[in-house]
């Protein structure tokens, strides 16, 4: 199946300051996503991204497929961005698969 | 729409008791799946659904049989609980192949 390699694993950051996540996918896909896992444990969906480049407000991603890759941005990051994101994937067999998340931690 | 719910949302078993974890949705999704969170493991897919009547099995099948006879319900059940499937279990909806939307998520130990 699709591997799915996220990097960095971890990352604190000071409030305000801005980060790049990245998500490498071993073959062609037909869906890529972005979650926030919140401490809560609840996950958020925060962009359906097969190819592309979105923005929501402070957050934007974009996806080169051909190359690829995904990488989502935040900017003047927040203490309630803190938490897990996941990058997920579905290739030819229909079936998502994830990354194994990055943590962000982000510091008053 | 109350997007896709997750029933108990804790749940502590004894090893080789059974339960099912109820799953539903009502975005009349066809596509619906179960999934398993292990720390460090990232979501890992158990089992999924295309339509009512439709199942197949994902990465890690072994302990865990689901059925679809609608289109809203795919529950899980555990035959035999075992320690190994001590996890947090989520389940998920989507139209075909594209944005898929995960419920609240059944934090289970089994003791």
């Known amino acids: 199946g699709i591997q799915v390699e996220q990097s960095p694993p971890d990352l604190i950051l000071q409030e305000g300051a801005n980060s790049t996540l990245r998500c490498n996918f071993s073959?062609?896909?037909?869906?890529l996503q972005w979650f926030h896992q919140n401490p809560w444990g609840q996950l958020i969906n925060l962009f359906y991204i097969p190819s592309g480049t979105k923005q929501n407000g402070r957050l934007s991603a974009t996806t080169v497929a051909t190359e690829r890759y995904s990488l989502l941005y935040i900017s003047s990051s927040q203490t309630t961005d803190s938490g897990v994101y996941f990058c997920a994937v579905i290739g030819w067999d229909s079936k998502l698969t994830f990354g194994k998340g990055i943590t962000l931690s982000v510091r008053p | 729409n109350a997007g896709v719910t997750q029933t108990p949302k804790f749940q502590v078993l004894k090893t080789g008791q059974s339960m099912t974890l109820q799953c539903a949705q009502d975005m009349n999704h066809e596509y619906m799946s179960w999934y398993r969170q292990d720390p460090g493991m990232g979501l890992r897919l158990i089992h999924y659904?295309?339509?009512?009547?439709?199942?197949d099995q994902g990465e890690v099948p072994n302990g865990y049989n689901v059925s679809r006879s609608t289109t809203e319900d795919f529950p899980l059940r555990l035959l035999s609980a075992a320690p190994s499937q001590t996890s947090v279990y989520f389940c998920a909806s989507s139209y075909s192949s594209e944005e898929q939307y995960f419920g609240p998520g059944t934090r289970l130990t089994v003791t």
């Open positions: 659904s295309v339509g009512a009547g439709i199942t």
């Open positions: 073959d062609s896909v037909n869906n």
